[in-house]
């Protein structure tokens, strides 16, 4: 059993940054590909950005591409998620979630995730 731990939310107002981590205690991070996802109440959790255990391929939805940034560290074992021009629309409590998969995939889909965090706040208003 892998566990998740996310960090880095909070309350940010209308154009501002945020950026999440995503830690592994006692799990062997590079077995991992990465994802993070977003829901809000009465909705589905969302597909935001994936990256593969190497770090080299990733993916980001329609909706975050170009305001998102994916990352890890492989050495400090953790996950990253660089969030800028933030909109209230991004509202929402945001996963990590890990799959043991081969070096350069990763998925865009929920149901292929094997371990999930416990997830982390993010509110953008003024």
């Known amino acids: 059993q892998v566990r998740l731990v996310e ?7 209308p154009g ?13 991070f590079t077995d991992y590909a990465m994802g993070w996802f977003r829901q809000t109440p009465g909705k589905e959790r969302e597909f935001v950005a994936a990256i593969s255990r190497v770090g080299i391929t990733f993916d980001y939805s329609d909706s975050t591409k170009g305001r998102f940034t994916i990352s890890r560290d492989n050495a400090k074992s953790t996950l990253y998620l660089q969030m800028n021009s933030l909109v209230p629309e991004v509202t929402a409590v945001y996963y990590c979630a890990a799959v043991s998969v081969g070096g ?23």
């Open 7 to 13: 960090s880095g939310g909070g309350l940010v107002q």
């Open 16 to 28: 501002g940054s945020l950026t999440l981590s995503c830690v592994t205690p006692g799990g062997t």
């Open 104 to 126: 350069f995939a990763y998925y865009k889909s929920r149901s292929e995730y094997e371990y999930w965090g416990q997830g982390t706040q993010v509110t953008v208003s003024s």
